[in-house]
């Protein structure tokens, strides 16, 4: 079997796999990170998002041997070493960007690369960016309102819902 080599969340990681496994695969069972779900398999739910090399991706439309040396940050790896919140994740927590729990890994490594992009977005630029994120509980009111909130902006501007 080939062997795949990537640094995933600042460490080397390594194994064994099949020319078919994907990414997302190999984060959950060769790597035991579980945070990056599987909620669709078909691409459209986003529950997978992991950043590829600085870039969201969704892990289940990428072969891990397209992933071999490459930099992988999965949402373990958002939090400081010493358990602190990442401002997104903190933003999240605060304003309630969630319930059940399923969809927000992907959704915080979404809003991750949105800021990274565009540091303040107006709530339909975010509402756009998270086309490919489906959220089954929120109706995203307040996951919006928790991305606007982590750029730094007032969120008592969002109209409620």
Known sequence: ?????????????????????????????????????????????????VHVNGKAVKSCTMFAAEADGADILTIEGVAA???????????FH???????GFCTPGMVMSAKALLAENPTPTETEIRDYLEGNICRCTGYHNIVK??????GQDVSKIAAE
């Open 1 to 49: 079997m080939p062997q795949v080599s990537m640094t995933v969340n600042g460490k080397t990681a390594t194994g064994e796999i099949e020319g078919r496994t994907l990414l997302v695969e190999f984060i959950r069972e060769t790597l035991n990170l579980t945070g990056t779900h599987v909620g669709c398999d078909t691409s459209q739910c986003g529950a997978c998002v």
């Open 94 to 100: 605060e304003h309630h960007g969630l319930q059940c």
């Open 146 to 151: 928790a991305i606007m909130a982590a750029s």
């Open 81 to 91: 070493p010493d358990g602190t919140l990442d401002t997104v994740q903190q933003a």
